[in-house]
């Protein structure tokens, strides 16, 4: 609790005056973590990649995406954590009462007119990041995304502690997957809001579809995704993986002008459960390899397991052989009761996809029912 109590609240300030966010940096650095934007759309990218932002300081006039423009991207965002961001907005001199009125009717929390004293910016940044984390915590309350009605982060990690909890007693697999919809900020700047909500709904509707009862789906950002898959091995996860991303890549938008095709990068995590694991390193893992998966040019999926040192993985790989092949030839010799129960785990594990295979071919099984 103390940590939390300490930690600094994050400040975005966008300006294209290098001169002004050097001085809002200089007024509010030492009690604040203080992020940058050149312009409306630079801040616009940031607030929607990092969710620790709690105030924003928007300068009025700016190129690319102006400051009213970068307001209503805010206001009329579907997250509802950042439609609900705390917005105060820098104008100038010669800005007269009607324009801060219509900054106001805009959606703006407060404004401030330059050039603006420290205790002025200090004030502001106190009293609305106190504000915006008092909002936060009762949305978290809630458990579940309003848009989409998956589970939001909160309720997410509180699900993953406990399925942790059970697999570190039982000695059984835990999964997590973090995905992504690649390419979703371009899609949202060249077809607006109305689509990209649109294809955010239409993803969390395939989780439902594809998922097992026993997972557990997110939403944890704009375009961004988590899956809790209890009591499943990497192996088996990354059946479910690939089928979740075949059933969502196939999703096509037609706007009138022209289809958008989605691909959704996933970053898998599958970790050895142990006494005092927390899931939030499983959640880092997982985000960790969605960095990865986002940055391949080819297939978009990495696992955690990829990351392990190459002397390691192949010494794994090579025990894990020599047990399969050992019990293989028991069970041919009819003496699948001399399998040591060490054996067991990873034998089930390797027959899995086959068995899921052969259940899918109608024609085989024609013929063991004849």
């Known amino acids: 609790m103390g940590d939390q109590a300490d930690q600094k609240a994050e400040i975005l300030i966008v300006d294209d005056s290098k001169v002004i966010r050097k001085a ?48 209503d991207s805010i206001r009329s965002a579907d997250d509802e954590r950042i439609a609900g961001l705390p917005v105060i907005m820098i104008t100038g001199q010669g800005d007269t ?73 039982h000695g059984v697999s835990i999964s997590a997957v973090y995905l992504e919809i690649d390419g979703f900020q371009d899609i949202f700047l060249s077809h607006g809001k109305s689509v990209a909500t649109q294809i955010i709904i239409a993803v969390a509707k395939r989780f439902e579809a594809v998922l097992r009862t026993e997972d557990v789906a997110a939403r944890i950002g704009v375009s961004k995704y988590a899956l809790l898959l209890p009591l499943t091995s990497h192996t088996h996860a990354k059946i479910v993986v690939d089928r979740v991303r075949a059933a969502i890549n196939k999703l096509v938008f037609d706007t009138g002008k022209e289809k958008i095709r989605i691909v959704l990068a996933a970053g898998l995590a599958s970790p050895e459960a142990r006494e005092g694991m927390q899931f939030s390193e499983i959640m880092d893992q997982a985000d960790d390899t969605l960095k990865r998966a986002l940055g391949k040019a080819g297939d978009k999926i990495a696992s955690y397991v990829e990351a392990q040192p190459k002397q390691e993985a ?53 013929e063991f029912s004849e």
Do not use: C
């Open 97 to 169: 009462e009607e324009t801060k009125q219509q900054v106001f009717e805009a959606g703006a929390t407060d404004f401030i007119a330059k050039p603006f004293s420290s205790i002025d910016l200090l004030t502001r940044a106190k009293s609305y990041a106190q504000l915006n984390a008092k909002v936060v915590e009762l949305e978290k309350q809630t458990g579940h995304d309003k848009l989409t009605g998956l589970f939001n982060a909160n309720s997410f990690e509180e699900q993953g502690d406990k399925a942790l909890s059970f697999a570190s007693r």
């Open 24 to 71: 809002a940096t200089k007024m509010l650095g030492d009690g604040y973590v203080i992020h940058e934007a050149v312009d409306g759309r630079d801040g616009w990218q940031q607030i929607q990649q990092n969710a620790s932002i709690s105030v924003v300081f928007t300068d009025m006039q700016m190129p690319e995406m102006n400051g009213m423009e970068l307001l």
């Open 314 to 366: 192949d010494e794994t790989g090579a025990n894990l052989e020599r047990e399969l092949q050992q019990a293989f030839k028991l069970i041919l010799e009819g003496n699948y009761f001399k399998i040591e129960r060490s054996h067991l785990k990873p034998l089930v594990e390797r027959l899995t996809p086959f068995m899921e295979y052969v259940e899918n071919q109608d024609d085989i099984i024609d």
